[in-house]
């Protein structure tokens, strides 16, 4: 049941508001079903407790697989580096009176050399990083990625 749309059906409304009347109140109040066309809340949590409330929060697994873009700083690239750097012939540079357009052509020999030696590389980021905390124990970090691959197989599947 989506309690986020319970003004939309009479049950939902009669669950929410018998859970107010007895002192409860929920703990997570933001979707924790994310899809592509829609958004649910369907895990509850509820307390009457709240001076001993703890900190709620929803740990978000499922990321896109997207493009990410790195420079390599190999040993070889920035030996290249060098090299490139010692090739620059900078006395033009040192020719130049105002210190903007002198740094401006540093800058942009500079910039040159670097590009070439560390070029961007494109990869495909096709897994998900989730940062290890001690209460994150390796049953969650299963049962995370078996949702993951649930969810995707269920968005290849759809018609």
């Known amino acids: 049941m989506n309690i986020l749309k319970f003004g939309s059906h009479t049950k939902k409304s009669e669950y929410l508001d018998n859970i107010f009347s007895h002192g409860f109140l929920p703990v997570i109040t933001k979707p924790t079903r994310i899809a592509t066309s829609s958004s649910t809340l369907i895990g509850y949590i509820y307390t009457n407790n709240l001076s001993k409330m703890a900190n709620s929060g929803i740990i978000i697994t499922d990321k896109a697989n997207s493009i990410n873009k790195v420079r390599l700083f190999s040993e070889s690239n920035i030996t290249k580096f060098k090299e490139s750097l010692n090739q620059i012939d900078f006395h033009h540079v040192l020719e130049i009176t105002c210190p903007n357009e002198a740094y401006n052509e540093f800058y942009r020999l500079h910039k040159r050399a670097f ?45």
């Open 115 to 159: 590009e070439s030696s560390f070029p961007l590389h494109e990869f495909r980021n096709n897994h998900i990083i989730i940062k290890r905390d001690s209460w994150f124990t390796k049953g969650l970090l299963i049962s995370s990625q078996r949702k993951r691959k649930l969810l995707s197989r269920k968005l290849l599947n759809r018609i």
